[in-house]
C-alpha cells in the first residue's frame, strides 16, 4: 500500500526551529513534484513549500528565508526545516506528492498531518 507518513511536529517556542519529515514508501516506481501544506483552525489549506525533480522550489511569502524544503530520493523522503518560527506557523502541516506506481501510472496522495504548534 502506497502512503505517506509525516513526522517531526511538535509544540515549540517562537524563534525556534523544528524538522519535518515525509517518507514515502510502497510500490513506488519514483516520485514527482512534492510539497507542504498547512492548515490552521477556521483557515483554508494552503501552500507552504513545494519542490519538483531537479531541485526547483518555490515558498508562500510567509515563510521565505525562514523554512527550507528538500528532498533524498534516494530515501524517497522530503523535509522541511523551519526556522524562526512564529505563533501564526501554527497549524497541521500535510505533505503531498505525486507518485509514480505500479502501471504505470501518476497518483496524487496526502499525509495523514503533523501539528505545529508554536508559542509565544
Known amino acids: 500500500q502506497v502512503q505517506l507518513v509525516e513526522s517531526g511536529g511538535g509544540l515549540v517556542r517562537a524563534g525556534g526551529s523544528l524538522r519535518l519529515s515525509c517518507a514515502a514508501s510502497g510500490s513506488i516506481v519514483s516520485i514527482g513534484a512534492m510539497g507542504w501544506y498547512r492548515q490552521a483552525p477556521g483557515k483554508q489549506r494552503e501552500l507552504v513549500a513545494r519542490?519538483?525533480?531537479?531541485?526547483?522550489?518555490n515558498y508562500a511569502d510567509s515563510v521565505k528565508g525562514r523554512f527550507t524544503i528538500s528532498r533524498d530520493d534516494a530515501k524517497n523522503t522530503m523535509y522541511l526545516q523551519m526556522n524562526n518560527l512564529k505563533p501564526e506557523d501554527t497549524a497541521v502541516y500535510y505533505c503531498?506528492?505525486?507518485?509514480?506506481?505500479?502501471?504505470?501510472?501518476?497518483?496524487?496522495?496526502w499525509g495523514q498531518g503533523t501539528q505545529v504548534t508554536v508559542s509565544s
Open positions: 503531498n506528492a505525486d507518485l509514480i506506481v505500479a502501471g504505470p501510472r501518476v497518483d496524487n496522495f
Open positions: 519542490i519538483i525533480s531537479g531541485r526547483s522550489t
